[in-house]
Antibody, heavy 120, light 108 residues
Framework: VHLVESGGGLVQPGGSLRLSCTAS????????MHWVRQAPGKGLEWVAL????????YYADSVRGRFTISRDNSKNTLFLQMNSLRADDTAVYYCARVSLDYGDNSLDLWGQGTLVTVSS | SYGLTQSPSVSVSPGQTARITCSGDALPKQYTYWYQQKAGQAPVLVIYKDMGRPSGIPERFSGSSSGTTVTLTISGVQEEDEADYYC???????????FGGGTKLTVL
């Protein structure tokens, strides 16, 4: 049972980046998914949530209108399209699974994270 | 916007009991979850719905709730428990995820 993020890297302010999260070992299409980020030396910050079927999406105020969460259940993959990037978006970005066993507000499986650095 | 408040740090000696608190106005109405994050690693869920313990989490981890404050208790702390601990709860609408600022547990 794994989540593996990819797509991070160095991008200039105002630029765009698309993160991916590939799931394996469980039925991806039945789970809601989150993106959570962590700036260097800082705490966890929730970014976005998408329901299992992709019908409902929710965003933190800090990214609404700039980031878009989506998923392709046929490819077991979650995405985060990030536009108009700013220096304060610099962080490790984690994908995480909504738990079906421990309450649908908990995150019971996390990827290892991918680093996004926004700098000129 | 809604926030959860944690003390920045707690220090205990091995074998002692560590208590980490988290406060928020919506906590009487919403469950709280706790995550352990060791250096350089992804977070791990250690307590769910205020006091449940996921499979594989040692019995020395427990949770409790009283009013607007929830507490993570680690009994008989071991050196391997040194980590950052985050509480998490939805906002009052139940929709948006909120994390506390994190508490660094140091095992002396």
């Amino acid at each position: 049972v794994h989540l593996v993020e990819s797509g991070g890297g160095l991008v200039q302010p105002g630029g765009s980046l698309r993160l991916s999260c590939t799931a394996s070992g469980f039925m991806f299409s039945t789970f809601g998914m989150h993106w959570v980020r962590q700036a260097p030396g800082k705490g966890l910050e929730w970014v976005a949530l998408i329901w299992f079927d992709g019908d409902n999406k929710y965003y933190a105020d800090s990214v609404r209108g700039r980031f878009t969460i989506s998923r392709d259940n046929s490819k077991n993959t979650l995405f985060l399209q990030m536009n108009s990037l700013r220096a304060d978006d610099t962080a490790v970005y984690y994908c995480a699974r909504v738990s079906l066993d421990y309450g649908d507000n908990s995150l019971d499986l996390w990827g290892q994270g991918t680093l996004v650095t926004v700098s000129s | 916007s809604y926030g959860l408040t944690q003390s920045p740090s707690v220090s205990v000696s091995p074998g002692q009991t560590a208590r980490i608190t988290c406060s928020g106005d919506a906590l009487p109405k919403q469950y709280t979850y706790w995550y352990q994050q060791k250096a350089g690693q992804a977070p791990v869920l250690v307590i769910y719905k205020d006091m449940g313990r996921p499979s594989g989490i040692p019995e020395r981890f427990s949770g409790s709730s009283s009013g607007t404050t929830v507490t993570l208790t680690i009994s008989g702390v071991q050196e391997e428990d040194e980590a950052d601990y985050y509480c998490q709860s939805p906002d009052s609408s139940g929709t948006f995820v909120v994390f506390g600022g994190g508490t660094k547990l140091t095992v002396l």
